[in-house]
């Protein structure tokens, strides 16, 4: 009798007695909820072979019981019997691929175990969750003796339902033929040899968003308009020479020449309008990308690339000083195979995806955005000031205009009414002048008149503010209203570090709130302003290569701030401790 049994305690110190952590994953080509499923499946099709790996959750692991170590299955099932006679029934029975129809076969797997790493979206940087469930790495290799024109893939079973819950994304030559989904009942892939970017599913809910081989993006923002291309140079070898011809890989030392080609092309192909004005583009950035499971990340240093998927992802942009009430983009490449392009239009609201065709070749952004959000600087309430500058001179006019004006009246001369109106202007004009610092009697502790809380947060906010236009002078003078001339440069490098990825070819993230979390305030020894150890955190958003990603980052830090003419400026700074926080709706 065969006994089914979860894993509590003791099974889950099985599969974590080999435990090791998995490279880093980014940014994922297609969010989907696929990519929650507690069982994960990459296929990669290639000349010779399929290779599938598995990260296997707890709640799958019977599903997959026959690949698991003996240990396992013997706690799963009460049936000690090793992996090599379970194999073929893996194959057979569980877990099968089929070449034009006839199963493939493969060695032993190889098996490893450990927890499941959540990983950012955008880097593939770990995120800080202290427990994950443990997951079984599970890795084969089918052999692949002719190129076959179809590829079936069944998950494992019962009562004529898939018995786990299974993500996966399939790769032939390199290039995803699917975004992440459920792997369903059976599913068949018809593979296209000589350009493996046009295989694809069978099923049309497995066919991928981008489909394309050239895609195009347009982002409207507060301050500034950005057009991306995600393209294939051997797509754009139809109407420019990239001297691709007869070659099948762009070797690293040709990648500069040929951006260079790309963009001096792609410029003036695709004219943007904003509010009916055409719109002159500056080039942002262009790199060659890399597309996989859950990462789209920039190739650098540079590599010999494949043709066939290598792809360069190519980003221009214009500024703007208000938020537009439409913008466009025409496109006009067509050629026999590309008669379809993926397009989307983004703004805070999210992205409106379209496809273009030689009928209806124009991408339209309307400003729909009824209460958009306003990035603004913070007005802070000035400091009190502890001293008070007394006018001597100005002080001095007065008095004596009172004392002439006094004695005319009793007198009745009015001569002296006169001579006194003329020391009132003196007074006026010298009140500029001759003026002696004194205790403002008004001014009390700093802790006690100031709200440091405000102030904290005010500058903060308006530090990242800073960073919503791109010209460095833009940043810098408005910068300098929130820190002083000796900390500027170090608090520009520090926040621009911060809002780049680096991965991502210098991608910036768009600040959209600054939160202060917590703030322990004093007065300084000195007494002019006060010092602060504070939690704050930052959250933005990326948008690039069609997607857009939220991240917040977590700062701790020692403030100094002291009042400059008559405002509050941070004049000394120092991060103890900086953190990425982690999506709590992602696992």
């Known amino acids: 009798m065969k006994v089914r049994r979860s894993l509590p305690g003791a099974a889950t110190a099985l599969l974590l007695s080999a435990l090791a952590l998995s490279p880093a994953r980014g940014d994922a080509v297609v969010v989907t909820q696929a990519m929650k499923a507690s069982t994960i499946v990459e296929i990669f099709v290639e000349r010779g072979s399929v290779r599938v790996e598995f990260e296997i959750g707890t709640s799958d692991v019977h599903a997959f019981r026959n690949a698991m170590p003996d240990a396992v299955y013997e706690h799963l099932t009460g049936e000690a019997?090793?992996?090599?006679?379970?194999?073929?029934?893996?194959?057979?029975?569980?877990?099968?691929?089929?070449?034009?129809?006839?199963?493939?076969?493969?060695?032993?797997?190889?098996?490893?175990?450990?927890?499941?790493?959540?990983?950012?979206?955008?880097?593939?940087?770990?995120?800080?969750?202290?427990?994950?469930?443990?997951?079984?790495?599970?890795?084969?290799?089918?052999?692949?003796?002719?190129?076959?024109?179809?590829?079936?893939?069944?998950?494992?079973?019962?009562?004529?339902?898939?018995?786990?819950?299974?993500?996966?994304?399939?790769?032939?030559?390199?290039?995803?033929?699917?975004?992440?989904?459920?792997?369903?009942?059976?599913?068949?892939?018809?593979?296209?040899?000589?350009?493996?970017?046009?295989?694809?599913?069978?099923?049309?809910?497995?066919?991928?968003?981008?489909?394309?081989?050239?895609?195009?993006?347009?982002?409207?923002?507060?301050?500034?308009?950005?057009?991306?291309?995600?393209?294939?140079?051997?797509?754009?070898?139809?109407?420019?020479?990239?001297?691709?011809?007869?070659?099948?890989?762009?070797?690293?030392?040709?990648?500069?020449?040929?951006?260079?080609?790309?963009?001096?092309?792609?410029?003036?192909?695709?004219?943007?309008?904003?509010?009916?004005?055409?719109?002159?583009?500056?080039?942002?950035?262009?790199?060659?990308?890399?597309?996989?499971?859950?990462?789209?990340?920039?190739?650098?240093?540079?590599?010999?690339?494949?043709?066939?998927?290598?792809?360069?992802?190519?980003?221009?942009?214009?500024?703007?000083?208000?938020?537009?009430?439409?913008?466009?983009?025409?496109?006009?490449?067509?050629?026999?195979?590309?008669?379809?392009?993926?397009?989307?239009?983004?703004?805070?609201?999210?992205?409106?995806?379209?496809?273009?065709?030689?009928?209806?070749?124009?991408?339209?952004?309307?400003?729909?955005?009824?209460?958009?959000?306003?990035?603004?600087?913070?007005?802070?309430?000035?400091?009190?000031?502890?001293?008070?500058?007394?006018?001597?001179?100005?002080?001095?006019?007065?008095?004596?205009?009172?004392?002439?004006?006094?004695?005319?009246?009793?007198?009745?001369r009015r001569r002296m009414l006169a001579v006194a109106a003329g020391m009132v202007a003196a007074a006026a004009l010298a009140w500029p002048h001759a003026r002696v610092t004194i205790p403002n009697p008004f001014a009390g502790p700093i802790a006690i008149t100031t709200d440091t809380d405000a102030v904290v947060a005010g500058l903060l906010n308006n530090v990242y503010r800073s960073f919503d236009r791109r010209e460095e002078s833009v940043v810098y003078d408005r910068l300098a209203r929130s820190i002083t001339g000796d900390l500027l440069e170090t608090v520009y490098l520090h926040v621009r570090r911060g809002t780049e990825l680096a991965n991502q070819g210098g991608a910036r993230v768009k600040v959209q709130q600054v939160d202060l979390v917590a703030l322990a305030a004093r007065p300084s020894e000195d007494g002019n302003g006060f010092l602060g150890e504070c939690t704050w955190n930052v959250s933005g958003s990326v948008g690039h290569w069609g997607h857009v990603h939220t991240r917040t980052n977590q700062y701790r830090a020692k403030l100094r701030v002291e009042p400059h003419e008559g405002v509050w400026k941070i004049a000394a700074m120092e991060v103890l401790e900086e953190a990425r926080l982690a999506d709590p709706s992602r696992r």
């Open 81 to 412: 019997l090793p992996l090599a006679e379970r194999w073929h029934r893996f194959l057979s029975e569980d877990f099968i691929v089929r070449a034009d129809g006839k199963p493939l076969s493969a060695a032993l797997p190889k098996i490893e175990a450990r927890r499941r790493v959540p990983r950012d979206e955008i880097t593939g940087e770990p995120l800080p969750i202290a427990e994950t469930e443990p997951v079984i790495d599970l890795a084969f290799t089918y052999t692949l003796p002719t190129r076959p024109k179809t590829l079936t893939i069944r998950p494992p079973t019962e009562d004529g339902r898939v018995s786990a819950s299974i993500g996966f994304v399939a790769y032939h030559d390199g290039i995803p033929a699917t975004d992440f989904r459920y792997l369903g009942l059976e599913v068949t892939l018809d593979l296209d040899w000589e350009d493996p970017w046009y295989s694809q599913f069978r099923h049309r809910n497995l066919r991928r968003r981008f489909a394309a081989p050239l895609s195009a993006f347009l982002y409207v923002e507060p301050f500034e308009v950005r057009l991306e291309f995600v393209l294939r140079p051997k797509d754009l070898q139809h109407w420019v020479d990239l001297g691709l011809e007869g070659k099948r890989v762009i070797a690293a030392g040709e990648q500069a020449a040929l951006k260079e080609k790309v963009v001096a092309f792609l410029r003036d192909k695709s004219p943007v309008t904003i509010d009916g004005k055409p719109a002159k583009l500056a080039l942002d950035r262009v790199h060659f990308i890399r597309r996989t499971l859950r990462m789209t990340s920039v190739v650098d240093p540079p590599e010999d690339l494949p043709l066939l998927s290598a792809t360069l992802g190519v980003i221009f942009y214009a500024p703007i000083t208000r938020l537009p009430q439409e913008v466009t983009m025409a496109w006009d490449l067509w050629s026999p195979r590309i008669q379809t392009i993926t397009a989307v239009a983004t703004d805070e609201a999210g992205g409106l995806p379209s496809q273009l065709t030689p009928a209806d070749p124009v991408l339209t952004w309307t400003n729909f955005l009824k209460n958009p959000t306003a990035f603004a600087l913070t007005k802070i309430a000035p400091p009190i000031d502890p001293n008070f500058a007394l006018p001597t001179l100005s002080a001095a006019s007065a008095l004596i205009a009172i004392g002439l004006a006094i004695f005319a009246v009793r007198r009745g």
